[in-house]
């Protein structure tokens, strides 16, 4: 069974930084597409970031772009999410998400927002089950 873990949320200061990790099992995890994505109190749901494991490819969000980083290693199964210089409006559950048909997860973290996030969860083939980024002001 097609599994992903988040892990690593906490709490953290602003302009600090933080690494979230994302565990999958039960895929092919170099033919796949993973990308994060984040639910601020009160806010809708949006994508974050996402990397095409099969090329490196990635996409970031203007708002996170310079200051977050998305990777893979290939080795353990795992995508980081490395964030810093967080600011308070980077609160948010973090979720990740994968889909074997890449350009469906690149379009979901471009374009995806969801008032919850069970409501979106056709929209990629299997998400995680989320991890609090609390960040203070």
């Known amino acids: 069974e097609v599994q992903l873990v988040e892990s690593g949320g906490g709490l953290v200061q602003t302009g600090g930084s933080l690494r979230l990790s994302c565990a999958a099992s039960g895929i092919n995890f170099a033919e796949i597409a993973i990308g994060w994505f984040r639910q601020a109190p009160g806010k809708d749901g ?42 308070h409006e980077d609160t948010a559950v973090y979720y990740c998400g994968a889909d074997r048909l890449k350009n469906t997860l690149f379009f979901q973290t471009k374009n995806l927002k969801w008032r919850t996030r069970e409501s979106v969860t056709t929209a990629v083939e299997r998400w995680g089950q989320g991890t609090l980024v609390t960040v203070s002001s």
Not at 58 to 82: E, M, P, W
């Open 46 to 87: 949006e994508g974050v970031a996402c990397i095409n494991n099969s090329d490196g490819s990635t996409y970031y969000a203007d708002s996170v772009k310079g200051r977050f980083t998305i990777s893979s290693d290939n080795a353990k199964n795992v995508v980081y999410l490395q964030m810093n210089s967080l600011r």
